[in-house]
């Protein structure tokens, strides 16, 4: 039961999502695999689409009752950018002490990479991120506690190997989602078994294996350095899409980009013409221009910083998805660091949007880039908010 998703990069599918989105459906289905989801975090990521619209539109639509739970999950992306503004890098190591004595290995096992763990959901999953760049959160847990609790993989290793194949791939949202399901994030592990999957994936269930047993088995698995191993394959592996990055991509060259350019020459013009507004548009900015930016009054820059995707690199499928749409959106794009070619040649009237990706972000020291800050749709609590009940509450109480 491979489930398909599609995401053509483009507004008129963001607008079909936003206007398709059930809240009442979303609430009572939202754990099942095949529930009412909104399917619209790649373009939120990439920002083809701001929180506060899509609130907007729900609260236009349903009453607070029935928009509650998908708010409040939305909450959660706001929350996990939060914690990353605070703590920076630190969302790449351990947030809280990990379960004590257990021996985490720095790979991913063979069987994984290739789908044949024998757990066949955790098997089909896999393939389905593969195909499609895209998981129920369900799904994503699924693994996550399977690769750490089970074989014993560092959260790590696990979270960056997920990252580099989702659409929707945030750093803050897949680190700390993989260290909460660790327990350093969280107050405990998150454990699931084979009666769990059989109440929300039926069709994937997957008895006599590993995860067939009892909440209290597993809390001992996962708290010994135990790896189960694979499963005894008891079918023929599905036939599905190569493993696409097993070296993953800094730059997708097999998508025919023509007009990706280093074109410093195209930069050192716009530098000395400071009658326009340049606007670097990252991969975490695809909207459309804004109503009164028009050809005239401001001219658009892709920009593709390397150092970035050289420590968390995408997949080809990834590439396609941010190409395509910044292909539809400006005229050139600069392929580098892009800090070499600012001070190379400085920009007098330039603009960009918040990011707290590294490079990217840094973009403000720039004395010619004003920097906007990124949409979000509660308020920006006061102190660091350990948790996510103490962020909602005291986003809630500003509101």
Known sequence: MQIEYSFPPTMAAVNARVAGIDAVDYGKTRNFLDGAITKLSPYITHGFIAL????????????????????????????????????????????RAPL????????????????????????ESIQTLYATGYLHNHARMWIASYLVHLRKVHWRIGADWMYAYLLDGDLGSNHLSWQWVAGTFSTKPYL????????????????RTA????????????????DVGAE??????????????????????????DVIAANTNFVTQLALDN?????????WMLADPAEDQTPNSATRIGIIHLPFHTKFPWSSTRWAFVIARLQALVGVIYVGDVHELLAAHPLLNATTQATLNSGYASLY???????????KFVPEPAFACGSFTQFWRQTQAKT
């Open 52 to 95: 506060p619209d899509i609130v907007a539109n729900v609260e236009a639509r349903f009453t607070a009752a029935q928009a509650g739970k998908l708010i409040s999950e939305f909450g959660w992306r706001e929350f996990f950018m939060h914690v990353w503004q605070h703590a920076g890098e630190g969302i790449l190591h351990d947030m």
């Open 100 to 123: 004590d004595g257990v021996r985490y290995q720095q790979h991913m096992p063979d069987d994984v990479l290739t789908a044949q763990t024998g757990v066949r959901v955790i098997d």
């Open 192 to 207: 699931f078994n084979a009666e769990n999957v059989a109440r929300y994936a039926p069709a994937l269930a997957s008895p």
């Open 211 to 226: 995860i067939d047993t009892s909440y209290e088995a597993l809390e001992q698995i996962a708290r010994s350095s135990c």
């Open 232 to 257: 005894p394959l008891r079918r023929k592996p599905k036939q599905f899409m190569t493993h696409p990055i097993a070296q993953p991509m800094l730059f997708a060259n097999p998508i025919n980009i």
């Open 275 to 283: 009658k326009k507004t340049i606007q670097l548009i990252h991969p």
């Open 365 to 375: 020291t720039h004395a010619g880039v004003d920097v906007q800050p990124y949409p």
